[in-house]
Nanobody, 116 residues
Framework: QVKLVESGGGLVQPGGSLRLSCEAS????????MGWYRQAPGKQRELVAG???????NYADSVKGRFTVTMDNAKNTVYLQMNSLKPEDTAVYYC??????????WGQGTQVTVSS
């Protein structure tokens, strides 16, 4: 079992920044691929950013150039730095961990609201 604990969500004005954190209960980043997903009301859950155990990253087109995903294996923590936030970024953000065909692990979600 892997427990993922998320933090860092909140209310921010358009153009502002937030950094989300996802701490795993044990060391998994050497083998697991980590991802950040988000789901807004009335929309499907979508992949925002991913990072592999080797450090390769990928981003949704809507966040490229604004969001950055990183990992700190010593702290068992993955981060999502979100800059130049827009109202359309408002959603519940979820941390995800997957390895091969195993069922993925999910965090509890953290609310990000971008509004003036």
């Amino acid at each position: 079992q892997v427990k993922l604990v998320e933090s860092g969500g909140g209310l921010v004005q358009p153009g502002g920044s937030l950094r989300l954190s996802c701490e795993a209960s044990r060391s998994i980043f050497s083998t697991y691929t980590m991802g950040w997903y988000r789901q807004a009301p009335g929309k499907q859950r979508e992949l925002v950013a991913g990072i592999s155990s080797g450090g390769s990253t990928n981003y949704a087109d809507s966040v490229k150039g604004r969001f950055t995903v990183t990992m700190d294996n010593a702290k068992n923590t993955v981060y999502l730095q979100m800059n130049s936030l827009k109202p359309e970024d408002t959603a519940v953000y979820y941390c995800n961990a997957r390895y091969g065909g195993r069922a993925p692990y999910w965090g509890q979600g953290t609310q990000v609201t971008v509004s003036s």
